[in-house]
């Protein structure tokens, strides 16, 4: 079992930063790839980021290719999203995931995680 619990969540100007952090609880984080996903009013969680269990792999969406960096820190039992140049468009929940089956690789659909944190809100303004 793990329990995620997500912070760093906010109201930023357009144009603005913002580092999400995930907190896992167990001893096994390094066994899980690890993901962000988002959700905005009146619409379908989406796909962030993800990265592998050792940290080797991440991918992106496009979407967000270029201005976030997802990381993580196995010793903190911890991951990362470190956003930079937002727009309003990126106003959503943020959820992390964790995936205890794919963790060589960089899943990117909700079913392949595990488990869900209970989300932070990021609000960018134009």
């Known amino acids: 079992q793990v329990q995620l619990v997500e912070s760093g969540g906010g109201l930023v100007q357009a144009g603005g930063s913002l580092r999400l952090s995930c907190a896992a609880s167990?001893?096994?984080?390094?066994?899980?790839?690890m993901g962000w996903f988002r959700q905005a009013p009146g619409k379908e969680r989406e796909f962030v980021a993800t990265?592998?269990?050792?940290?080797?792999?991440?991918y992106y969406a496009d979407s967000v290719k270029g201005r976030f960096t997802i990381s993580r820190d196995n010793a903190r039992n911890t991951v990362y999203l470190q956003m930079n140049s937002l727009k309003p468009e990126d106003t959503a929940v943020y959820y992390c995931?964790?995936?205890?089956?794919?963790?060589?690789?960089?899943?990117?659909?909700?079913?392949?995680?595990?488990?869900w944190g209970q989300g932070t809100q990021v609000t960018v303004s134009s």
């Open positions: 167990g001893r096994t984080f390094s066994s899980y790839a």
């Open positions: 990265i592998s269990a050792n940290g080797g792999r991440t």
């Open positions: 995931a964790a995936s205890g089956t794919m963790i060589a690789g960089t899943p990117v659909n909700e079913y392949e995680y595990d488990y």
